[in-house]
T-cell receptor, first 113, second 116 residues
């Protein structure tokens, strides 16, 4: 049981390049989330998927797209990377119950030059 | 406007003493509160939570207290250990109100250093 996995762990992009961050969970959770964390900031929600087949914008969705490929996988795409997207990206998942507890992956550290 | 505030960016405590981390919130619709612990280069890990119908929840060395009238919660760690040194995030959820699907809103975190 690996929990939430993310690939890659590190990535360096040039401005304007595109890339997709991958996330998978093996806990049979319904909901999945993408956050970014910047220095001195908490985690800010980019997009979430409450269930397979649905996605919704979070607090900071501009410049990103997502795909809920199936129940296990939720990817985050940067179509044209900008230096402002330099951050650490975390994926999380949550079973739909009353606790709202989310479980996080190890993160992807992205640098855009 | 920040809905979840952790006003102390850092806290230093001696090993064996109590660590108290504080969190304030503004939205009275929040009904579930969580604390996460984060080590460098790792993802946040769930530590302890509390429902708004309770005022205290305890798990080993960790206790969370909720004061709804003051919109304040705190995490107590007793006794503190050097391995507790990490960044602690407070988070709040408003369940399904307003269609939020139980999303979490995080504070900016408090860096705890426990000195041997």
């Amino acid at each position: 049981n690996a929990g939430v996995t993310q690939t890659p762990k590190f990535q360096v992009l040039k401005t304007g390049q595109s890339m997709t961050l991958q996330c998978a969970q093996d806990m049979n959770h319904n909901s999945m989330y993408w956050y970014r964390q910047d220095p001195g900031m908490g985690l800010r929600l980019i997009y979430y998927s409450a269930s397979e087949g649905t996605t919704d914008k979070g607090e900071v969705p501009n410049g990103y797209n997502v795909s809920r490929l199936n129940k296990r996988e939720f990817s985050l795409r940067l179509e044209s990377a900008a230096p402002s997207q330099t951050s650490v990206y975390f994926c999380a998942s949550r079973i739909t119950d009353s606790t709202d507890t989310q479980y996080f992956g190890p993160g992807t550290r992205l640098t855009v030059l | 406007d920040q809905q979840v505030k952790q006003n102390s960016p850092s806290l230093s405590v001696q090993e064996g003493r109590i660590s108290i981390l504080n969190c304030d919130y503004t939205n009275s619709m929040f009904d579930y509160f969580l604390w996460y612990k984060k080590y460098p280069a790792e993802g946040p890990t769930f530590l302890i939570s509390i429902s708004s119908i309770k005022d205290k929840n305890e798990d080993g060395r960790f206790t969370v207290f909720l004061n709804k009238s003051a919109k304040h919660l705190s995490l107590h760690i007793v006794p503190s250990q050097p391995g507790d040194s990490a960044v602690y995030f407070c988070a709040a959820s408003d369940g399904n109100y307003g269609g939020s699907q139980g999303n979490l809103i995080f504070g900016k975190g408090t860096k705890l250093s426990v000195k041997p």
